[in-house]
């Protein structure tokens, strides 16, 4: 699920310019990434297409798990940052005895992870907040663990280590996914497409570099397993497929298609890598 723009319009102008974008370099981006007249349209298309769909990045449980269980401490307070339908927001609540709060600006999905919750009698555990990643209401050094399976991208990688930060204790922990390369010279195709829909993809090196820059012990880190790709690539191609018919004309759609034929196309390329890092 990889839009830069899925921001509503003006606050993703306001976002660009607090990232040191100009207006002019701002409205150029938004530009390029699409039309803005066409955002809205686009943003209900993208939303039409994920609305079945369970996992909204890719991941499994089993890479969830191992990453919890590189863990040296024990969660007792845990923050899972962009959680959409919330797999991970209901594994941990399983394997840990942790408070957990949910954090998602689309409050479907909430509703989505409240229901389950409530069916797998874990709602207590688990507190759901509609607010944005870049402006989190909690106070500094509330959370012994900050989760987050590929959404940090959203507001920027570098920039989520410097905001989040504050939020952990001391020693505190941090596991993030990101979609990273796997090679330094990419294919022109992929790299064309990824500069467009992810310009801020790093090879694992780079990410642990601004990892470390950002103050944090890399305690551990892998890559995410070949179903964590299936698991989000297949049914969303088969969604695409399905509904193509209905919306031929749909930028979203044309979008998605191209995404999923890169991804199959150039496998060994790019791919998630899971980070476990300690404050
Ligand atoms: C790629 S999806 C990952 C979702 C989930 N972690 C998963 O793996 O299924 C990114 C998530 O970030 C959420 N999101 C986008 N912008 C956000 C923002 N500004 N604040 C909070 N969540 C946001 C989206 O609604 C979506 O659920």
């Known amino acids: 699920m990889y839009r830069i723009t899925e921001l509503p319009p003006n606050a993703y102008l306001d976002w660009l310019q607090q990232q040191g974008f100009d207006e002019k370099q701002a409205l150029h981006l938004k530009w390029l990434s699409k039309d803005m007249n066409e955002h809205d349209d686009y943003m209900?298309?993208?939303?039409?297409?994920?609305?079945?769909?369970?996992?909204w990045g890719p991941g499994?449980?089993?890479?969830?798990?191992?990453?919890?269980?590189?863990?040296?401490?024990?969660?007792?307070?845990?923050?899972?940052?962009?959680?959409?339908?919330g797999f991970s927001t209901s594994l941990l609540a399983q394997h840990?005895?942790?408070?957990?709060?949910?954090?998602d600006n689309e409050q479907n999905a909430l509703d989505e992870l409240a229901d389950r919750l409530t069916k797998l009698q874990l709602d207590t555990r688990v507190t759901l907040s509609c607010?944005?990643?870049?402006e989190l209401p909690f106070t500094e050094e509330c959370f012994d663990l900050i989760w987050s399976e590929g959404s940090a991208y959203i507001m920027g990688v570098?920039?989520?280590l410097q905001q989040w930060r504050p939020l952990l204790k001391r020693k505190g922990c941090m596991v993030f996914s990101d979609l990273v390369w796997?090679?330094?010279?990419?294919?022109p195709e992929a790299d064309e497409f990824w500069q467009q829909e992810y310009p801020d993809m790093k090879t694992v090196e780079k990410r642990l570099a601004q990892i470390q820059q950002a103050g944090f012990e890399v305690i551990d880190h892998f890559k995410l397993s070949e179903q964590a790709g299936f698991d989000y690539y297949n049914p969303l191609k088969e969604r695409?497929?399905?509904?193509?018919p209905s919306m031929p004309e749909s930028l979203a759609i044309a979008d998605l298609e191209r995404e999923i034929a890169i991804y199959e196309r150039y496998p060994t390329e790019f791919g998630y890598h899971m980070f476990v890092l300690q404050k």
Not at 44 to 53: E, G, L
Not at 182 to 187: E, G, M, R, V
């Open 240 to 244: 695409v497929i399905a509904l193509k």
């Open 131 to 134: 607010s944005s990643m870049t």
């Open 158 to 160: 570098e920039q989520a």
């Open 44 to 55: 209900a298309d993208f939303m039409t297409v994920f609305q079945t769909i369970e996992r």
């Open 182 to 187: 796997l090679t330094n010279t990419p294919s």
């Open 60 to 85: 499994t449980d089993a890479d969830s798990l191992k990453a919890l269980a590189l863990l040296p401490t024990t969660p007792q307070n845990i923050i899972d940052i962009g959680c959409g339908k």
């Open 96 to 103: 840990t005895t942790a408070h957990i709060t949910a954090v």
